[in-house]
């Protein structure tokens, strides 16, 4: 018996070879705002933290929100991280509706989804910098040599692999805000929040950060910062200005204004 080639079983057809002709499914973006609204009641005190926000950021964009303070970004920064949710409107994280969820479901989106950088680090004084990298990761469920692992990998990431056994108080602010980028990256989030990362930071601290945040978002990383410094607002592609909860010009949205990089 003749034996059948094994490249019979994938005929080489003109069907085959064919490019599909399905059209390609657009991807959903990573967070969409619309008409979003905030309001604070205290008695018959009535507080209109956000009016109407609109806002759109693709996958690997890199978007800095301005305004001064009471200017409504705080609470923007809280609904865009799953701290709080909006009064009106509605907010979709990589295409699922967040803004109806409960608290249960926001912590996990939180944990999985979104990647904190704040001014202040909040790293525990007392663990090394891998301890606190691997934060996120005890959260998850995942087994101590696998969040030890990823923790060395993300530290080694920004430029800290040399430093991964060494308490905050041994290192320089921008060290700390490093180990900080690491602890938000460990859990490959979607979506990289920074609240004001550089507003403890000396000028060379601060290049340093924002470099690596260039660098983050030349590999894809999809980046949000909130921020009243322009020369931050400047690194990114897209920068929006917020007032009196509401942005300036809508248009300004949508407009890409350069990396100035």
């Not at 920064?77 to 979709?92: F, S």
């Not at 602010?173 to 490093?178: A, H, L, Y």
């Not at 004001?196 to 978002?217: I, Q, R």
Request: with cysteine; net charge negative; aromatic share 4%.
């Amino acid at each position: 018996m003749t034996e059948e080639p094994a490249y019979a079983l994938f005929p080489d057809t003109e069907a085959q070879r064919a490019p599909s002709s399905a059209p390609e499914v657009p991807r959903e973006p990573i967070l969409r705002l619309t008409d979003v609204g905030k309001t604070y009641r205290s008695g018959s005190l009535t507080v209109e933290a956000l009016r109407g926000v609109t806002l759109t950021v693709d996958e690997g964009d890199f978007v800095a929100i301005m305004g001064p303070s009471g200017s409504g970004k705080s609470t923007l920064m809280h609904i865009l991280g799953c701290l709080d949710v909006p009064t009106t409107g509605a907010y979709r994280l990589a295409g699922e509706d967040v803004s109806a969820m409960r608290e249960s479901q926001l912590a996990d989106v939180r944990n999985r989804r979104i990647g904190f950088v704040f001014q202040q680090f909040n790293l525990l004084a007392t663990m090394s910098a891998w301890r606190n990298v691997e934060l996120p990761l005890v959260y998850a469920g995942l087994s101590r040599p696998e969040r030890k692992a990823r923790a060395l990998a993300s530290l080694a990431r920004v430029g800290l692999a040399d430093r991964v056994d060494h308490r905050p108080g041994e290192l320089s602010g921008g060290q700390q805000q490093r180990v900080s980028v690491a602890r938000a990256l460990v859990t490959d989030p979607q979506l990289l929040l920074a609240d004001e990362p550089t507003g403890n930071l000396d000028s060379a601290s601060t290049e340093d950060v924002l470099a690596l945040f260039d660098e983050l978002n030349d590999q894809g990383r999809t980046i949000v910062i909130i921020t009243h410094e322009q020369d931050v607002a400047d690194r990114a592609h897209r920068s929006v200005q917020i007032r009196d909860g509401r942005f300036i010009d809508a248009a300004a949205v949508h407009t890409r204004v350069g990396s100035g990089r």
